[in-house]
């Protein structure tokens, strides 16, 4: 048989019975405990962890299948088994039926029989208490993981909340540039205008589209240098006859640059200020 471990309680009440299959499974590797009583096997069950019982049918107080009976509802997860010598088939086909018993093996047994049976019910006790332990560990799983996607949809909603937020906000920008009555351009690290509003495609493009181009298409040598450069730089120009101050900085926050942008303020309003 497999190598196994674990307790097998025997139920009789005769003495010489007990005696007999102590001897024929003394060589098992389990636990051996014997009752002579339905009682008494209940009371060594409130008191030891078993794997197995096996149990005589005709007992005096309390039958075999009685007693098992009373072992399912107080300890389901052990297999029960009737061993007798009276074919009580009503009695026996009940309990079968009910699952109170997994198996009903008769007297007088063949030694090798009894030992193959109870081992395969220690192997069939084994197999159950490790799909309990996989379904248990199974439902932990989905448990954490339904844990998990709650705090992922939670997350998910701030995060779409501020991604609406900062949305509005970015489009509320655009729009108060653009309203601007000076030209404002911004240009990314590769030397594209990736912003103009209206009054810089006025003044800077002749009405022209400047999104997408080079600034150094469009943009005269005096304020290529501006933009050229890094930090903040200020400078008078003129262009189109007209004067300007024009002052540009590095786009971008927390000191992550990813472009310069470029405002020109007439110099009658930098004046007044």
């Known amino acids: 048989m497999d190598e196994t471990t674990g307790s097998l309680l ?26 002579n009583s339905g009682a008494e096997g209940l009371r060594i069950l409130a008191e030891r962890h078993v794997d197995v019982v096996v149990s005589d049918q005709r007992m005096p107080g309390m039958s075999g299948t009685d007693f098992l009976r009373s072992v399912k509802k107080a300890y389901p997860h052990t297999v029960r088994m009737v061993l007798s010598g009276y074919t009580e088939l009503k009695s026996v086909t009940d309990a079968i039926n009910e699952g109170a018993i997994y198996k009903f093996l008769t007297k007088p047994w063949d ?12 192997r069939h006790k084994a197999l159950a208490d490790e799909n309990r332990r996989l379904a248990h560990e199974l439902a932990l799983s ?10 992922l949809k939670a997350h998910l909603a701030v995060t779409e909340r501020e991604l609406l937020i900062d949305g509005a906000a970015l489009e509320v920008a655009r729009e108060v540039v653009e309203a601007l009555p000076l030209p404002v351009v911004g240009v990314d690290m590769d030397r594209l205008i990736v912003f103009a509003n209206a009054e810089a495609e006025r003044v800077l493009g002749a009405g022209g589209a400047l999104l997408g181009m080079a600034y150094d298409e469009v943009l005269s040598s005096e304020l290529q240098s501006l933009l050229g450069v890094g930090g903040t730089q200020v400078r008078s120009v003129r262009i189109g006859g007209q004067g300007f101050v024009a002052r540009a900085s590095e786009m971008g926050r927390d000191s992550r640059s990813i472009g310069r942008l470029l405002v020109l303020l007439p110099e009658t309003s930098h004046a007044a200020r």
């Open 142 to 151: 989905n448990e954490q993981l339904a844990c998990a996607n709650e705090s």
């Open 111 to 122: 030694d090798d029989h009894l030992r193959a049976n109870i081992a395969e019910a220690f």
């Open 10 to 35: 025997v139920v009789d009440d005769e003495e010489n019975i007990l005696a007999a299959l102590r001897r024929t499974l003394r060589r098992e590797p389990y636990t051996v405990l014997v009752a």
